[in-house]
């Protein structure tokens, strides 16, 4: 991945509600909608958790603009990513991010609804699943009135027990899938990962401030695997208001300030 972004906007087209953003260490370029939903630090956080020995097919579920395909892209050259996405505005934006960074035959994009995976991938099929997921119960908090936004946020199209099936259905015995969610719910994200065989194996808490109570957590789990969960050094995002922790900063790659994207 990587090159000459002048060449590749030539190509891609980007209208005028949208903007083109450099992301991942300034190696990547990313066409966002202006209004609607916008990749946070999130996605680069769980891409730098995932760890895996020589993956050889990779999903990615539910993959929006594609970030995540494409930091993963990056990360594991030899890997073959497919990246599913139902909503038909996300499809367009990660092809041409696709194509925009260059890795039309690394990411292959399917356009469905993971509800129905046993419809177009085969049980087992996969080394890793990885996912940045809707993340609000319907019944928790406002709606937002963007659908994209909606739809990132809160489970309109997807629930955390029908994820977790589509989860165990793809991932072959011993596949490791790795995920970021609110920490206020990782009681669900424990009982319903062990209800489909997936044992958790890491865990680490993300705070926005060290004196801050943890917001998100990573997990990583493994299909039909033996209880054994370490809980790994807590992850701090900003060392004070508008300056990223170093830890942050090494995955950044940047300045102290703060960059666009952030959560």
């Known amino acids: ?24 260490k300034g190696a990547m370029r990313i066409i966002q909608k202006k209004t609607g939903y ?4 999130d996605s680069l956080i769980l891409s730098e958790f995932i760890r895996l020995k020589d993956p050889s ?28 996405e139902l909503a038909t505005e996300f499809i ?22 993971l509800c129905q995976l046993p419809g177009f991938f085969k049980k087992g099929e996969f080394d890793a699943v990885v996912s940045n997921p809707p993340y609000r119960p319907l019944h928790r908090g406002r709606i ?5 936004k909606a739809m990132a946020r809160h489970e309109i199209r997807v629930t955390l027990p029908q994820l977790l099936k589509a989860v165990a259905h793809t991932l072959k015995n011993g596949g490791k899938w790795f995920v970021i969610f609110p920490a206020w719910r990782l ?23 060290q004196d801050k109570d943890a917001e998100w957590v990573l997990m990583e789990a493994v299909y039909q695997g033996r209880e054994d969960l370490k809980i790994l050094p807590p992850l701090t995002v900003y060392q004070e208001k508008g300056i990223y922790s170093p830890q942050i900063r090494g995955l950044l790659s940047a300045s102290p300030e703060t960059t666009p994207g952030q959560s």
């Open 38 to 41: 916008r990749f946070s630090i």
């Open 144 to 148: 937002n009135p963007n659908p994209q």
């Open 92 to 113: 367009d934006l990660a092809r041409r991010n696709i194509i925009l960074n260059q890795c039309q035959g690394r990411i292959s994009l399917v356009q469905g609804d």
């Open 187 to 209: 009681v669900s994200l424990l009982a319903i990962s062990r209800q489909n065989r997936l044992e958790p194996k890491k865990i680490r808490l993300v705070h926005s401030f």
């Open 1 to 24: 991945m990587g090159m000459n972004p002048s060449s590749s906007e030539k190509s891609i087209s980007i209208e005028a509600d949208e903007t083109l953003d450099s992301w991942g």
């Open 57 to 84: 097919l990779i999903l990615d579920l539910g993959t929006g603009s594609g970030i995540l395909a494409l930091l993963l892209a990056g990360a594991y050259p030899s890997a073959r990513i497919i990246a599913l």
